[in-house]
DNA sequence: TTTCAATGCGTTATAATGACACAATATAAT
DNA sequence: ATTATATTGTGTCATTATAACGCATTGAAA
């Protein structure tokens, strides 16, 4: 019989005060993008000894605002505050399989959950997906889950879920590009300073589809919340590509309003 | 001292069963959309001895889909099935005060809820909105409260609502005029025959803003979802408008596929 | 110095939209 | 009956947005 690692302080807390710190049943699960090479990333976490990745995902304190909670967690898990995060959905089927990773999580250590026990009710999940700027962070661990990755959507298919996580994750995509037509996105997912050609990547990306490199310019620039700047990005193979910034003020005013565009 | 009315049945099981029979701290909320008479309207519930509106809301049954739980809502409301309904929000705000509104419930059948009670604890709920034919059927009474009533949404800024139902509503309406952009509203909302003016009345309520009787018709058209019939609705003072259907194959396309339109 | 691929900055054809004109018609007024 | 009137059916035209594509420029690599 081989010895199991002790219970870190996190699952001992969770373990014996979760229910007296947490709402019961309530969860919120976060789907993080980044974009990095022309990639749209997810970062994602390997359920301990399961083989099966998951979202990052935490519960809710008694007295604590759910949107708040989603960005504890974020900021738990990426250091990062002020980001931009939108709720998507909500996952209620009666059959989600939460409790079992809960209780695998536990049993690596050695821990059996009792049956009743707070964490292996049925949970309801909020869906959150978060925008990032891959460049500007590093991944946080925590007790529950070993590995952090960044995984590129287009290696999704090939991934193993369980089947609340694959769905969270195909919602949040899908909501994702259905709000990519009528709110600003890119500031929160770029630096600050960017070009042309990698913002037009992120928007095919996203989409999935490749676009017109020059229809796509006049387009973004006619939605006038971009700043040319008078620098270039050079370095690269060719012609060095202008960078640009956000118009912050006329950025807001956009995700407020809405840009009503079609793509 | 006044002598209360008893307790109905329903809530005796609710005091009595309800921690056992529904998950813990989790609600539904339907708002519920009609159109009648060219107004956009919403059925509304006058909370019992409160002076204040709400929106009809439900418990999640233990081992029930959340979104079942919603249609059951419904169901138990309108006496419809196949009701088009869509989440939109989670209201997860600690200080809601669905806590009061329930004990106040009690206390008018002159039963006081203990202070640890099920129902006094903090719930998070889950924000549907419903869209259905007014013409279609008649609204059914709960035991929480006594008087329905539809609510044209032109005077929802003179009722008095508690906060929670009226930051409830309000997101409702936001996202049914977000979703008029990409999604065929109409079907649900509208009898199975009705004119170009009607339809185009449904949407100009939703937006908010009046639209070219030309251009919306040939626009309209242009999605390809409806049938022109061979008749016309007589008995209006003037020219006789013809009648339309939905195409429901081309309908379910759309809903599925989306439309891409900016109105 | 030349080559080359990516970028900047355009043009043109087609489609979608916005604004408006006019004939047709079901009822109401006379 | 006849006329008046408001509403609907249908179409046009100017404007704007989108799609498709051309060519000169440029920074690094050959």
Same mark, same amino acid.
């Given at each position: 019989?081989?010895?199991?690692?002790?219970?870190?302080?996190?699952?001992k807390?969770l373990?014996?005060?979760?229910?007296?710190? &947490?709402?019961?049943?309530?969860?919120?699960?976060?789907?993080?993008?980044g974009?990095?090479?022309?990639s749209?990333?997810?970062?994602?976490?390997?359920?301990?000894?399961?083989?099966?990745?998951?979202?990052?995902?935490?519960f809710? /304190?008694?007295?604590?605002?759910?949107?708040?909670?989603?960005?504890?967690?974020?900021?738990?898990?990426?250091?990062?505050?002020?980001?931009?995060?939108?709720?998507?959905?909500?996952?209620?089927?009666?059959?989600?399989?939460?409790?079992s990773?809960?209780?695998?999580?536990?049993?690596?250590?050695?821990?059996?959950?009792?049956?009743?026990?707070?964490?292996?009710? !049925?949970?309801?999940?909020?869906?959150?997906?978060?925008?990032?700027?891959y460049?500007?962070?590093?991944?946080?661990?925590?007790?529950?889950?070993?590995?952090?990755?960044?995984?590129?959507?287009?290696?999704?298919?090939?991934?193993?879920?369980?089947?609340?996580?694959?769905?969270?994750?195909?919602?949040? /995509?899908?909501?994702?590009?259905?709000?990519?037509?009528?709110?600003?996105?890119?500031?929160?997912?770029?630096?600050?300073?960017?070009?042309?050609?990698?913002?037009?990547k992120?928007?095919?990306?996203?989409?999935?589809?490749?676009?017109?490199? !020059?229809?796509?310019? !006049?387009?973004?620039?006619?939605?006038?919340?971009?700043?040319?700047?008078?620098?270039? !990005?050079?370095?690269?193979?060719?012609?060095?590509?202008y960078?640009?910034? &956000?118009?912050?003020?006329?950025?807001?005013?956009?995700?407020?309003?809405?840009?009503?565009?079609?793509?």
């Amino acid at each position: 019989m081989s010895k199991s690692p002790s219970l870190p302080a996190s699952l001992k807390q969770l373990l014996i005060k979760g229910d007296e710190l &947490f709402l019961p049943g309530i969860s919120v699960d976060c789907v993080i993008f980044g974009f990095h090479e022309n990639s749209l990333k997810i970062l994602l976490l390997d359920i301990a000894d399961s083989n099966k990745w998951s979202v990052p995902g935490g519960f809710v /304190l008694k007295n604590e605002d759910i949107d708040a909670a989603a960005y504890r967690v974020l900021k738990e898990r990426t250091g990062l505050k002020d980001i931009f995060l939108q709720q998507f959905n909500v996952f209620g089927q009666p059959n989600r399989i939460e409790a079992s990773a809960h209780k695998a999580t536990f049993e690596q250590y050695g821990t059996k959950l009792s049956k009743d026990h707070w964490l292996l009710q !049925r949970f309801v999940s909020a869906g959150y997906y978060a925008l990032i700027d891959y460049t500007n962070f590093t991944v946080q661990n925590d007790s529950f889950n070993s590995l952090n990755s960044w995984i590129g959507i287009e290696h999704l298919s090939k991934l193993s879920f369980d089947h609340d996580h694959d769905s969270i994750v195909k919602k949040a /995509l899908e909501s994702l590009r259905t709000q990519l037509a009528y709110l600003p996105i890119g500031k929160n997912l770029l630096p600050k300073k960017f070009t042309m050609p990698e913002l037009q990547k992120l928007y095919e990306t996203i989409l999935n589809k490749p676009l017109d490199r !020059r229809n796509f310019q !006049r387009k973004m620039l006619g939605f006038g919340i971009l700043n040319k700047l008078n620098e270039t !990005r050079k370095g690269g193979a060719h012609k060095a590509p202008y960078l640009y910034s &956000f118009n912050d003020k006329k950025y807001q005013k956009a995700l407020k309003d809405g840009l009503y565009g079609s793509w």
